[in-house]
């Protein structure tokens, strides 16, 4: 069975620091791998996605991730906070075939000013 | 175009009641997924439809049930609600034929049940 690890559920940072992510995979193929945001209230929006071309993916919002298969990971990263940032961030994989998605359990970022 | 649109967004059931929530994909987007989102547990998956066949079934019990008609519209039924119903539930459409097609998801169903 698929499975997304998302390390640390609530993630605080300083305003303009280093916002980093991490997200693990546990597919043996690489699979098609997604960063999402959920502000409160409000339904998931797509950050960024890898679907096998350049490995850096950059995103909205000044976000990218890198999908490193020797390490099964997708880390997500954003070189300086804004307060703005402040939400849930899910990682979540597809596998190359079918149309269902695995999703992390998510990491609440708080930006501290 | 208009993004996924999901019907009422917030309700209030008592336990033992059944409530049906509507999901209205995107334009020309045929799958449609739902799934349910509360704090402890993330996200779960619950069922996927494409042109009005549920393909995927996530591992809920049967009480949890849906369809989709041929306008590609769904809908979810859960009867017998129990408190732990109470949850988030959202629905994400996408257009099959793009492989590396993500999901988009409407801002949610919000159920609370008393």
């Known amino acids: 069975a698929q499975s997304v690890t998302q390390l640390g559920s609530h993630v605080s940072v300083s305003e303009g620091a280093l916002v980093l992510l991490r997200c693990n995979y546990s597919?043996?193929?690489?699979?098609?791998l997604f960063w999402y945001v959920q502000y409160p209230n409000q339904g998931l929006q797509l950050l960024l996605k890898?679907?096998?071309?350049?490995?850096l993916v950059k995103g909205i919002n000044g976000f990218e991730a890198e999908f490193k298969k020797s390490e099964t990971s997708f880390h997500l990263t954003k070189p300086s906070a804004h307060m703005s940032d402040a939400a849930e961030y899910f990682c979540?994989?597809?596998?190359?075939?079918?149309?269902?998605?695995?999703f992390g359990t998510g990491t609440s970022l708080t930006v501290i000013p | 175009k208009a993004g996924v649109t999901q019907t009422p967004r917030y309700l209030i059931k008592t336990r033992g009641q059944q409530v049906t929530l509507s999901c209205s994909p995107i334009?020309?987007?045929?799958?449609v997924s739902w799934y349910q989102q509360t704090p402890g547990q993330g996200l779960q998956f619950l069922f996927e439809?494409?042109?009005?066949?549920?393909?995927n079934k996530g591992n809920f019990p049967g009480r949890f049930s849906g369809r989709q008609f041929s306008n590609s519209r769904s809908e979810m039924n859960v009867s017998t609600l129990e408190l732990g119903d109470s949850a988030l539930y959202l629905c994400?459409?996408?257009?099959?034929?793009?492989?590396?097609?993500?999901?988009?998801f409407g801002e949610g169903s919000r159920l609370t049940v008393l």
């Open positions: 334009s020309g987007h045929r799958s």
């Open positions: 994400a459409s996408s257009p099959l034929g793009q492989n590396t097609g993500e999901l988009f």
């Open positions: 890898y679907t096998s071309a350049a490995t």
């Open positions: 597919s043996s193929v690489p699979p098609y």
């Open positions: 979540a994989v597809r596998l190359l075939t079918g149309n269902q998605f695995y």
């Open positions: 439809y494409f042109s009005e066949t549920q393909r």
